[in-house]
């Protein structure tokens, strides 16, 4: 799929692609952690699931090219990509929801990626310019962690995106990475959406007693430190993890629980965020 070397006259034709392409993407989101294994991703896919639900056009774009994980939360591994008059076509999850990943790129998902940084920009490039988009309201990219290549080549790429949604747990590893996330979005332009602490305390399923396996809070500190919103708090819910092994996100549920009255306070959040972006720019 992508070639290291790339003449200039392509080099010029991609930027046309691309920019056509993301006019056509009214919101664009990346979900991003400072560390790994703090949910990232199962944020990123109920995010973009639970506003498809809502009638948006959603676009989901994993560049985690070394462990993409958002086929399997959403049911499509073994999932293949086609062609269309040499554009590519995403993977059709459910009504108003595309996805793209590096999974669907790999014949055996044990195949590890073994590519350099300019290989993967590469990638992350035909990703946003050869990939049949369409007209979206929301494009959510699921970032890997930390601020690295593949951030670094999205913010180059996307220089007007809409927003960065930090996600966190409750550890002091875990918030100080958080606050990196935090200046790495304020250096480089990118509005700040706020920080999300995930696997926030157990409610004891015996007791209804809240048992903090990771502490509690420390990411509402951390936002209020670094004076950006805090979105809210996700608790652990074994549903959850059963939901992500079973690719059925956890927000389309018919049951009520703490975490998915979470989750959709921070799509309701993230709404109201565009909406503000709107009514400055009037």
Not at 166 to 179: F, G, H, K, N
Request: glycine share 10%; hydrophobic share 40%.
């Amino acid at each position: 799929m992508v070639n290291e070397t790339t003449d200039k006259g392509n080099e010029v034709d991609e930027n046309t692609q691309l920019n056509k392409n993301l006019k056509k993407i009214k919101n664009k989101f990346a979900v991003m952690s400072g560390k790994g294994g703090v949910g990232k991703s199962t944020i990123a896919t109920n995010l973009a699931v639970g506003l498809a639900t809502q009638g948006s056009r959603v676009g989901l774009l994993d560049v985690d090219i070394h462990g993409p994980n958002i086929a399997k939360m959403l049911k499509l591994e073994g999932q293949q990509i086609t062609t269309e008059n040499g554009v590519i076509l995403p993977i059709q999850a459910m009504p108003n929801l595309k996805v793209m990943s590096m999974a669907f790129l790999l014949e055996n998902p044990d195949t590890p990626v073994i590519w350099r940084g300019p290989v993967k920009m590469g990638a992350i490039r035909q990703f946003l310019s050869e990939v049949k988009w369409g007209d979206l309201d929301y494009l959510i990219i699921d970032l890997p962690p930390g601020t690295g290549d593949e951030p670094l080549s999205i913010a180059q790429l996307i220089p007007n995106m809409s927003g960065a949604l930090i996600v966190t747990t409750p550890q002091e590893v875990a918030l100080l990475d958080s606050r990196k996330s935090v200046t790495f979005a304020r250096t480089l332009g990118i509005p700040i959406v706020g920080i999300i602490e995930n696997m926030s305390g157990l409610v004891c399923p015996h007791c209804t007693k809240g048992i903090d396996l990771f502490k509690h809070g420390g990411g509402e500190r951390a936002a209020r430190d670094m004076s950006v919103p805090f979105l809210g708090s996700i608790p652990i819910d074994p549903a959850i993890v059963s939901s992500g092994d079973d690719g059925k996100p956890f927000v389309n549920e018919e049951k009520e629980s703490p975490s998915i009255r979470a989750m959709e306070s921070i799509i309701g959040l993230t709404i109201e965020f565009v909406g503000r972006a709107k009514d400055k720019k009037k």
